[in-house]
């Protein structure tokens, strides 16, 4: 069993970071996260590009924007070689700790109406879903939004 640890990204990582985006997240879609805006993320002081890595091998990330009121989950990827291991887990996990502690309640994020196995993974940690919009991804699928009060404990089957 491989060993991650959960840091901050690097600016050098800025371009493995949009590959693993177009290849894990915006599959069939025009790239929108491209470098320069994950850069931009990274030097944001209210946003969080957080990394798992093993070795040197980036096995995943997240970003976040955070608010007074609400945090924005942007992105969260693994790359297939690193599922099933909790990464994505201890990522939102993270990041949700953060935001309790900086005193941001609710967390909200869209995803892909047709993937079932990241609504099936968001709904196992606690987020429900709040609405449905129509042609979201550049007019071509919907998203589904979903959202979660950091305050309120999750389900015991997802805090192991």
């Known amino acids: 069993m491989q060993d991650y640890r959960l840091e901050p990204a690097r600016t050098s990582?800025?371009?493995q970071l949009a590959a693993m985006s177009r290849a894990l997240i915006e599959s069939g879609l025009r790239p929108a996260w491209g470098a320069d805006r994950i850069g931009w993320y990274m030097r944001h002081p209210e946003s969080v590009v957080l990394t798992a890595r093993s070795d040197r091998t980036l096995?995943?990330?997240a970003i976040m924007r955070f608010g007074d009121d609400v945090a924005h989950l942007n992105l969260l990827a693994v790359d297939p070689g690193h599922r099933r291991r909790g990464i994505a887990r201890r990522l939102v996990t993270w990041l949700e700790e953060s935001a309790l502690t900086a005193g941001t309640f609710f967390i909200g994020l869209e995803l892909r109406a047709q993937n079932a196995e990241a609504q099936d993974f968001y709904r196992a940690l606690g987020y429900r879903e709040v609405g449905r919009v129509p042609g979201?991804?550049?007019?071509?699928?919907?998203?589904?939004?979903?959202?979660?009060?950091?305050?309120?404990?999750?389900?015991?089957?997802?805090?192991?």
């Not at 979201?136 to 192991?160: F, K, N, T």
């Open 13 to 15: 990582d800025a371009a």
């Open 59 to 61: 096995a995943g990330f």
């Open 136 to 160: 979201y991804y550049q007019g071509l699928e919907a998203a589904i939004r979903m959202e979660r009060d950091v305050r309120v404990s999750r389900p015991a089957a997802a805090r192991s």
